[in-house]
């Protein structure tokens, strides 16, 4: 099982690192110096710089409401998973088409609207509520008996009024009652405000008129005692499911008039030239009478006082989340991906408690984040295995404090090609643990079939020393582990401390390649090594070109037989001359070659 190899390995780690472990007070003059420079400590930085450019572009963007559509689409989504029937102590008379037809396409006059207003409060009706403001005069024989209609009936009936307001850079003056309706029925406010794209309507509880609070027409209808806000509509409530009776057959009494009894009634236009229609997403194809949206409202406040707290309670779920996955050494966006799960979540949960949040600034900053997070993934992490990369620990400057070592498994492929990915993963993080030590290591790196690290330097004889047992004790725990004869590492190891990091890096994985290609358990790509590996090369370089030049011939050494002294054979030999000199010996070339293995 290779889960079981993998925990077996990790007790033969500690029980090595115990036996060759150094001392306590070794560790601490080491480690303060790794840390400061490691590779974790770099990604914690870019991973918080890519957290603070989210957060800046999350409030930002609450703050000039950039994702507000998105925002009213996603409530009103919740809104139809959460659908229901509208309570029935609410009825709307609604001036229809059927309403204008029988009046040859005109609006009801004052001496319709108080012999409707009789009839209901006949009914048993308790209040009356117009979405009209009766602003403009009629005749004086319809306004006088419509002002006595309303003293007759008063503290039941409310008339719409608008107060004067800013809408952008149009000043819109007020829209109110006549002055003797005023005397003798109360005021209640009609008005609301479309958000952009008109998604989503936000109404007022109350608004100023003349130094005083007037209510608004859904607080009238819900009896709302509470203080003045602006709040959404919950679009739960089926607009369709809400009482509606033609004011025509109210008039004429062509309906059922005791079922009015003990409900509150509001009367507003819902024939087809109305202006007075909003955009309701996802329910009857988006079109609803504004009306419906005082009644949705009532029902809204009669839940409870509504509270919105806006983005900030997002903003602070989505900061906590991202910082953690910026800490967060693995690449597992786990914290981001919690954190929008919850987010969802809640404002669902929230909405059935007229509580709101605004949940997509803060989508928005989790989906910067994670863009940023990814980036740096791809560059400092390994694809496949949950292990940095050696750009992670690259450096452009030199460190003459640290060895740079590389360790390759020869055939890791074939020792894993039955292993899941996660296996995978586990395995070369148990490499990863094994070779960190008990603290003398930094950051462990994977590239390839490959693991690269920093360690302390070491003197030449106890490098060779560290390296040859480390060598052969991976080969021990893979041989036994593992059944595998073929999984004998290999290390390349770097002491060129006046190069570059990154340099020594390369030099390093270009060593422990070496290693394995000729079978020794580690190079030390020293300046010997590097001066050796030259001549090397520069020897091939000529040898090819003596080929090319045809430097290179056949001779022949005779076999003679002693006894008689005749030849009687010959060994084919060949002879190099580079350039018409002095020809080079044969055996010269394998002892420069050879005299190069560990």
Request: aromatic share 8%.
């Amino acid at each position: 099982m290779p889960r079981k190899m993998i925990r077996w390995f990790q007790t033969l780690a500690d029980k090595i690192r115990h036996a060759f472990g150094s001392s306590g007070e070794e560790v601490s003059d080491v480690t303060p110096f790794i840390r400061r420079k490691s590779g974790a400590e770099l990604l914690r930085r870019k991973r918080l710089k890519v957290a603070l450019v989210a957060a800046i572009i999350g409030v930002l963007s609450a703050a000039i409401e950039l994702p507000l559509p998105a925002e009213d689409l996603y409530r009103a989504a919740r809104a139809q998973l959460r659908v229901r029937p509208a309570p029935q102590d609410i009825a709307v008379i609604t001036i229809d088409d059927k309403t204008l037809n029988s009046f040859e396409r005109h609006l009801p006059t004052r001496h319709h609207d108080s012999r409707v207003i009789d009839r209901l409060v006949a009914a048993g009706v308790t209040k009356i509520v117009f979405d009209r403001a009766h602003a403009d005069p009629e005749t004086p024989a319809s306004d006088a008996r419509f002002a006595q209609t309303l003293a007759r009936h008063r503290g039941k009936v409310w008339l719409g009024m608008a107060p004067a307001r800013q809408h952008g850079f149009q000043q819109i003056d007020e829209i109110v009652p006549q002055p003797e309706f005023r005397k003798v029925a109360s005021l209640a406010a009609m008005i609301g405000q479309a958000t952009p794209f008109g998604l989503s309507l936000i109404l007022p509880t109350a608004v100023e008129y003349r130094g005083n609070q007037q209510p608004s027409l859904s607080a009238v209808l819900a009896g709302y005692q509470g203080p003045a806000l602006r709040y959404r509509p919950d679009y739960a409530f089926n607009p369709g499911t809400v009482s509606s009776y033609s004011y025509v057959d109210v008039l004429e009494g062509k309906m059922p008039i005791s079922d009015l009894r003990g409900k509150k009634v509001i009367i507003g236009n819902t024939f087809f030239e109305s202006s007075d229609y909003y955009i309701m997403p996802l329910n009857y194809n988006g079109r609803i009478a504004g009306v419906y949206f005082h009644v949705l409202g009532a029902h809204t406040l009669k839940r409870g006082t509504p509270i919105d707290l806006l983005w900030v309670p997002t903003m602070i779920i989505v900061g906590v989340a991202v910082v953690v996955q910026a800490l967060n050494r693995r690449r597992s966006s786990k914290p981001l991906w919690t954190a929008v799960i919850a987010l969802l979540a809640a404002s669902f949960i929230l909405d059935e408690f007229t509580i709101n949040i605004d949940i997509m600034s803060g989508l928005l900053a989790v989906a910067v984040a994670a863009f940023g997070f990814q980036r740096i993934n791809r560059k400092y992490f390994a694809s496949d295995v949950d292990a940095m990369t050696t750009s992670a620990i690259s450096s452009d400057r030199p460190s003459a404090e640290r060895d740079v070592y590389a360790l390759k498994i020869a055939n890791l492929a074939e020792l894993s090609e039955d292993w899941s990915d996660r296996e995978i993963g586990d395995f070369v993080n148990t490499l990863i643990a094994y070779v960190k030590g008990p603290g003398e290591v930094g950051d462990v790196a994977f590239e390839r079939d490959l693991l690269v690290w920093l360690a302390p330097r070491m003197e030449t004889v106890e490098l060779e020393r560290h390296a040859d047992g480390l060598a052969l004790m991976l080969k021990t725990a893979i041989s036994h582990d593992w059944q595998s004869s073929n999984g004998s590492p290999a290390l390349g190891i770097d002491t060129n401390h006046d190069l570059p990091v990154s340099l020594r890096i390369k030099k390093a994985m270009q060593a422990a390649d070496e290693a394995a290609a000729r079978g020794v358990r580690f190079i030390i790509n020293d300046a010997a090594h590097l001066e050796a590996r030259n001549q090397r090369l520069e020897l091939i370089r000529v040898l090819e070109k003596g080929l090319r030049d045809r430097d290179i011939g056949v001779a022949y050494q005779p076999k003679i037989d002693l006894a008689s002294g005749r030849i009687v054979g010959a060994e084919t030999l060949i002879r190099w001359q580079p350039n018409g000199r002095d020809f080079i010996n044969p055996q010269e070339l394998v002892l420069k070659d050879s005299s190069q293995e560990p």
